[in-house]
């Protein structure tokens, strides 16, 4: 019997705790904790995947980059491990490179809204219109999340739609109001274009009045 | 009388005709036990409404501080680390290197019952090498959960209402030795609210009531068996709602000294794996069959004759009487019939493996073999039905075989109880071919003299064969002895097997009322049997025409064509049902301790239902899935933690189904070299 639940546990409960400390910025008990699972079990791809991330997280995308691809090549099927290469890739320049791979991780689960606004941000300069394709993609696949909003208003703002950009940014903060990039970029166009302050505090009025409608509605 | 007393006394006269008539309703041997037992102990009330028990003896017992002992129950109960339980660990990490049959396993064909539950110890071991993330003592998640608990006395108070509500209780055994003490807690238990209780708890409730402790632990050994794994006596927790003394001390012993019994005789594998060669074989030598029951219309007498102590001095008696009765010789017994120089009419074996052939080979002269005719099972080697005049063959009952072919149709069966001992079988065989007289020579069941516990020409004792194995296997002796009532008074050492076999023999005689059955033997009383010392044998015994009698037992058997092809795709066909159905016992997630015990508890049930258990595949595997439940079972109580006790339970499973299939390998294996099979499949 080649399938062992017990060990397969114990190392997941390892990877779930080494991925805690990574969010949590505890890098160096993250590392330690994968490289004692790829002392155990050379080559195992989620470890790889994950000291690859931390690698990225820590600025070092090479080294980040070097662990991505062994994991991939455990895995090569694996559209969040192709992701996290292709942002290590993009990090270094290596634009071809990334595009492929993440062009590869979309013929694999085109569904992935997160894969969509990566690769829009990658093409953000060198291909704009693809880049909005994307964006607009990845709003449609998770409306929750406010980063391909961001994105789209960057790009919208370097095409100079600045009305649209704003309302992008508006859009989101509304998903997220604790996004601080999206804050930063809403604050910094109103500061270059004071003259759409209006319009957005309109949007925001007819915001606060349909909500208003609706609590009513709400309560008889 | 105070109106106090009166109104309470009248409260506690309803709940007790409350409660009789709940247990006449639902337990009516509870009931009639009640009913039947005389009152001893009264209740005494005060005029303030004091309670108290008082005793033939003039002991008193105050209620109060019965209750307030009670609640000292109750805390040391709750404290998982203080709480009784009854503990029969599978030691885990000991990988057992031999095969399932130990120094026996040159005679068997099979190593899956060894292989697989050592890979589930070996996976144990790896992941435990010590008892770093391992509970000392059974815990099933939290506390209160608790899958058996048995409550020995019904005591008095709501004790057992609150354990039902308090706690998780997946089933409760009530056991009272006292049947006084149970008819007294009527006036002070709510058997009504208890039962309702338990119901929309889910807790099977089961009561247990009678004097005699050995009938008290079968009883709980039944129940335990019908509604769930035997093995979950393991853990289970108790509660002494009696006060303590030699009665608990008793039921104690008696319950440890049964443990064994839950945990085997479930069967190997490899047994029904030889059964299903042998059969084969057998019937492919046209061997006769055993078909026809009861052809003696006249009565003559039998003697059925064991190499207990003492045939010894029973040797006389059946020279004398060889020529007047049947004499039935049994396993070991030829040894010293040989010796003697005395030729019994029919030799019975029983057992599969090849020692029996070795044994018969190396210490009885062929032509003294050959002027007996044999009787077998159909599991008994091909090779020893032709080491005697004749052979017929009898169809083992609960036999992966005889279960087929009965199933088939292609014979009729005649139930013989041919368990434990070969004494047994022969019993019974006598009795289903008409003997209305037997005499039990040999059959001590025990033994007076610790040192001399078989004849002294048995294979066992004296006459060893060359073979320095077979002198190893013949020399071993159970070393669980204890005393019963001897046949003609005092007391005889016995143990475990030969006490099975004294409660088998009984239950024989029981089934048929109208045969008198004789015990000549200086060994352990058997209930039914009459004790008959062999000076007091009657010398008038007519045996009337033996030689018809002999012709007529042979008539008895006939021989049975029996198509291989059809054994062979009946075979597997039970086998890939069975493995069909475990599959979908087991493809449901599981990710907690309860969902594990229930699929434990779903398999266990799903083998012993009707339709199921008396299948060929059933009995070809019941002892390979009890025993490798069992593994995971002890391993699912003491891992700490709950996600790995899931993830273990995962593994054992899996390892579970490996061995059905690999079990199915080896039964296709067997097929194909008795021919039963043509191509490969």
Known sequence: MSNDPLKTLRLQKRLDAAAVALVEGRLE??????????????????????????HVRAGRPDAGEQCLRQAVEAEPESP????????????????????????????????????????????????????????????????????????????????????????????????????????????????????????????????????????????? | MTPLQQTYLSKLHTTAAANLEFFRLNMPQIHQRVIASSPLATIDISDQGDLSLRYPDGSVRPLAAERLRMEEKFREFADPETRPQLLAFHNLRAVVEQPSHGDMQRYHYSSLDAEYPNRARRHFATHYPDQTGLHRYPVFGSPRTIPLLIVLGSGVGNHLSRLVLEYDVRHL?????????????????????????????????????????????RGMMGVLRQSLPPFLVHGAALFYAMPEGETLDAIQACIRESLWQMYFGQGYFDDELISVRHTL????????????????DASPAAFVIGSGPSLDELLPLLREQRDKAVLFSCGTALGPLSHAGIVPDFHIEKERPGIVYDVLTRTIPETFRRQIRFIGLNVVMPEVFELFGWGGMAMKEVDTMSTLLHGMGAMPRVPIDSQPTVTNMALSLALTLGFRRIYLAGVDLGYRDKARHHSRHSAYLGKLPEAEHLRRLLKQRPADEKQVPANFGGEAWTNGILEMARLYMESTIR??????????????????????????????????????????????????????????????????????????ILDRERSSRADVLDTIVGLYHHLRRDEIRN????????????????????????????????AKAEYDFNNLMDALQAGRAELLRVLREEKAIEEPL
């Open chain 1, 29 to 54: 008990e993250a590392q330690a904790i994968y490289g004692q699972i790829l002392a155990e079990e050379p080559g195992h791809a989620p470890a790889l995947h994950g000291l690859g991330v931390l």
């Open chain 1, 80 to 220: 969040r491990l192709l992701n996290d290469l292709g942002e290590a890739l993009r990090l270094q320049g290596k634009k071809a490179e990334a595009r492929a791979v993440y062009d590869e991780a979309l013929r694999l689960d085109p569904e992935d809204a997160q894969l969509h606004n990566n690769l829009g941000a990658l093409l953000l300069e060198d291909d704009p219109e693809s880049a909005r394709q994307h964006f607009l993609d990845a709003i449609r696949l998770a409306p929750e999340d406010p980063h391909a909003y961001n994105n789209l208003g960057v790009l919208l703002e370097h095409q100079g739609r600045h009305a649209d950009a704003l309302a992008c940014y508006e859009a989101a903060v509304t998903v997220d109001p604790a996004y601080q990039v999206a804050l930063e970029n809403h604050r910094a166009l109103l500061g270059k274009h004071p003259e759409l302050l209006e319009a957005s505090l309109n949007r925001l009025l007819a915001q606060a009045e349909a909500l208003l409608a609706a609590g009513e509605a709400k309560n008889g």
């Open chain 2, 173 to 217: 055994i009530v056991l009272d030795a006292d049947e006084d003490a149970f008819r007294v807690s009527l006036f002070f238990q709510d058997y009504v609210e208890l039962s309702r209780l338990a119901m929309e708890k889910g807790t099977d409730l089961a009561f247990i009531v009678g004097p005699d402790i050995d009938h008290l632990t």
């Open chain 2, 281 to 296: 074989k057998n019937f492919a030598r046209n061997r006769p069959v055993y078909v026809r029951p009861l052809v003696l």
């Open chain 2, 511 to 584: 089934a048929c009322p109208h045969a008198e059955i004789y015990n000549l033997n200086d060994g352990v009383a058997i209930a039914g049997a009459r004790p008959l010392r062999a000076e007091m044998f009657p010398r008038t015994l007519d045996g009337g025409d033996k030689q018809a009698v002999l012709a007529a037992i042979q008539g008895a058997f006939e021989p049975r064509p029996v198509d291989r092809h059809a054994v062979a795709a009946g075979l597997l066909g039970s086998v890939d049902q069975l493995i069909e159905s475990f599959h979908a």
């Open chain 2, 615 to 646: 299948t060929p595949a059933a009995i070809l595997f019941q002892g390979t899935v009890f025993n490798l439940l069992s593994l995971c079972y002890n391993a699912l109580s003491i891992i700490a933690d709950e996600d790995e006790a899931v």
